[in-house]
């Protein structure tokens, strides 16, 4: 997708199986399986989706998936499945090497948007950046919560995802809402975490946003009431969601999700029963 002189391709970092009771919490199966059949083991799919946005001066990625430093068990965990190769081959496809990314946006710590930040050296224990030539951003509230996990967050704030970066001198940490670069900004949109950012794009009045994880698939962007068990602030997420929603009928909004197989990208429109519905918009993975 080209929005001036910028471009946008969408990268998928893999395929994983989650239990529905995870993207779908409190939602009643009779009601998500519409969008979502879960198979005999309860289980659907969610996509790694992340995104590499061109300037004429930056190469920027957003998120970078669960990486290669998985064991057998966490592979086994996260049932994960490579459709479209690696983020890595992802991105070869259009031509970048890892050491030309300028720039790494991570929207929030979880693993399975951090863990591709870091992987091993070739002596297969030593953690080295992934993109070595990058500088690596992050809201300061989500690394002090990721800093001090408690019993429920724990397992999915992994320091090895970031602490190399820390010595290396190559993470920023972010306080606020903070342009990243010219037309790009990343704003933080309270919920799933506390230090939880979408990022935005606008060129030549075109607007883009990478909603992340305020709604994993576009179901979550169009139903304020389903949302993630993973949120921490659940009813903060709900009122992220209804001022997004807004905004990206104002603006006419490109949306991206980062974990919907079927939908990863459209707008939000009214459909004919006058309900608000992501329209698809068709656009091949890089
Ligand atoms: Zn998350």
Redesign the pocket.
């Known amino acids: 997708m080209r929005l001036g002189d910028i471009t946008i391709r969408l990268i998928h970092a893999g395929l994983t199986q989650a239990d529905a009771g995870g993207p779908f919490g409190l939602v009643p199966r009779a009601l998500f399986r519409r969008y979502f059949e879960p198979d005999a083991d309860n289980l659907v799919p969610m996509s790694l989706n992340c995104l590499y946005i061109q300037t004429p001066t930056q190469k920027i990625l957003v998120d970078t998936g669960l990486g290669k430093r998985l064991d057998d068990k966490s592979r086994a965990n996260w049932g994960i499945t490579y459709p479209y190769g690696t983020l890595e081959d992802g991105l070869a496809r259009i031509g970048v090497l890892p050491e030309a990314i300028t720039l790494v946006i991570n929207t ?1 710590l ?1 693993a ?2 951090c863990g591709g930040n870091t992987m091993f050296d070739d002596d297969g224990t030593t953690i080295i950046p992934a993109f070595p030539n990058a500088e690596y951003v992050v809201q300061a509230r989500e690394m002090l919560d990721a800093t001090h996990p408690n019993e429920r967050t724990r397992s ?1 704030y992994i320091p090895q995802n970031w602490d190399v970066l820390r010595q290396t001198g190559q993470l920023r940490l972010l306080y606020g809402d903070t342009q990243l670069a010219e037309g790009i900004w990343g704003v933080i949109a309270p919920g ?2 506390r230090g ?1 950012m979408a990022i935005t794009i606008e060129r030549d009045g075109q607007h883009v946003a990478f909603v992340c ?1 305020m709604a994993s698939f576009a179901v979550h962007f169009e139903k304020l009431s389903w949302m993630t068990s ?1 949120d921490t602030e659940p009813m903060l997420t709900l009122e992220t969601k209804r001022a997004w929603q807004a905004w990206a009928l104002a603006h006419d909004a490109v949306l991206i999700f980062p974990h919907d197989t079927k939908r990863p990208m459209g707008k939000l429109a009214y459909n004919a029963k006058h309900q608000l519905e992501i329209m698809p918009i068709d656009e091949t993975w890089a």
């Open positions: 929030h979880h399975d948007h999915t799933h975490t939880h994880d993973y």
